[in-house]
């Protein structure tokens, strides 16, 4: 049987981490055959470490045969020793009275002792995946505090966004969401994020021919797609956190098993694709094999798309600047 790898996961007393760790635990994530050592990371806050045990303590009584330990922490650089993946969930919320550059800053402390901790303690090849917002500055800002670590192998969660356009394009055309290939969302993972059928096709057919409405694109799906969070927290009373830790699945899944040729979603550091600057923490559509990402490259992109990728990469270069004092 296989050697177990080390998975380290942040916040991990905190609603996303409900939903996730026992899906990696039952081997969702790495595979049936994989057995994983959870290495959990929560803030020393009493509080947190006792709810963590709660957790724990469900895990055991889950008896995963692929789950080969576990671990609490409440330091960065103990949780993250030797770790082979690192799902940096754990983030500092918005609270009243906050301001934006507050919240970036806050954030800035967390993910920089993240990335030093990770340059320090991890494995050579650890796999990052950031999903506590801003994901793409704070993806951003820990590979920035790990110069020895490869840059690519830090990456943003988009995944969410990526599938919540397939779902409300299965819905508009009425195929299965299975059936649909080369989608993609390009830019942050935020309300300006850009989701992209233009490429789309189901059962070889065109997307866009299918849809044909440019007025349902601009004023409907994007929108849609764009506020879905908020859509969620206003009906749910709770921000959502299964289909994040879903999306989080996906992404770390298809990045280590590959995606046998589809176009998937990844904020990933740019190495100039598409116009983007150098490392700027970007979603773009790849495709995986072999552990490593290859970004899709050579789609036209017309003046609309332009425009939209243009506003998205305002925004995180705008992030970027805010936090470039605090790296
Ligand atoms: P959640 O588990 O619901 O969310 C965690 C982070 O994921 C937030 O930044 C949240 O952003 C983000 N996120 C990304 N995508 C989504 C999405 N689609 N829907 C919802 N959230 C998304 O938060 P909790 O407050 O329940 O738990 C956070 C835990 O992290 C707490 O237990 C806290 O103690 C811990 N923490 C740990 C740290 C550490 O390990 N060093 C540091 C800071 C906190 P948004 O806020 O925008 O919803």
């Not at 090849?125 to 999903?131: D, P, Q």
């Not at 997307?207 to 601009?218: A, F, G, H, S, T």
Request: glycine share 8%; proline share 5%; aromatic share 6%.
């Amino acid at each position: 049987s296989k050697k177990p790898v080390r998975v380290a996961v942040t916040g991990a007393a905190g609603q996303i981490g409900y939903a996730l760790l026992f899906r990696i635990a039952s081997g969702e994530m790495l595979g049936k055959d994989q057995p994983v050592i959870l290495q959990l990371l929560e803030i020393p806050d009493e509080k947190a470490q006792k709810a963590l045990k709660g957790v724990m303590m469900e895990l055991e009584d889950c008896a995963f045969p692929l789950l080969a330990g576990m671990e609490a922490h409440s330091d960065p650089k103990s949780a993250f020793r030797d770790t082979d993946y690192a799902l940096l969930v754990g983030a500092r919320p918005r609270g009243p009275g906050m301001e934006r550059k507050d919240l970036l800053s806050a954030n800035a402390q967390i993910f920089t002792a993240q990335g030093r901790a990770l340059n320090e303690a991890a494995s050579r090849n650890v796999k990052v995946l950031v999903v506590g917002n801003p994901a793409n500055t704070n993806a951003y800002i820990a590979m920035k505090s790990a110069p020895d670590l490869p840059a690519k192998n830090f990456t943003a969660m988009l995944r969410l966004d990526h599938n919540r356009a397939l779902s409300q394009i299965a819905a508009k055309t009425g195929k299965p969401v299975s059936s649909i290939e080369k989608l993609c969302v390009w830019g942050n993972h935020s309300p300006t994020m850009y989701a992209d059928y233009r490429f789309a096709t189901i059962d070889g057919q065109s997307v866009k021919d299918m849809i044909n409405d440019e007025d349902w694109n601009r004023n409907v799906f994007l929108p849609t797609v764009g506020k879905r969070g908020a859509a969620i927290i206003e009906a749910r009373g709770l921000s959502s956190a299964a289909s994040a830790a879903n999306a989080a699945i996906d992404h770390m899944r298809d990045w280590a098993l590959g995606t046998n040729g589809k176009w998937v979603t990844m904020g990933i550091p740019s190495q100039g694709w598409y116009g983007i600057p150098q490392e700027v923490m970007f979603g773009f559509p790849v495709t995986c094999a072999n552990g490593e990402y290859t970004v899709v490259e050579g789609l036209p992109i017309d003046e609309f798309s332009q425009q939209c990728l243009n506003k998205t990469l305002a925004e995180l270069e705008e992030e970027r600047q805010g936090v470039a004092h605090l790296i």
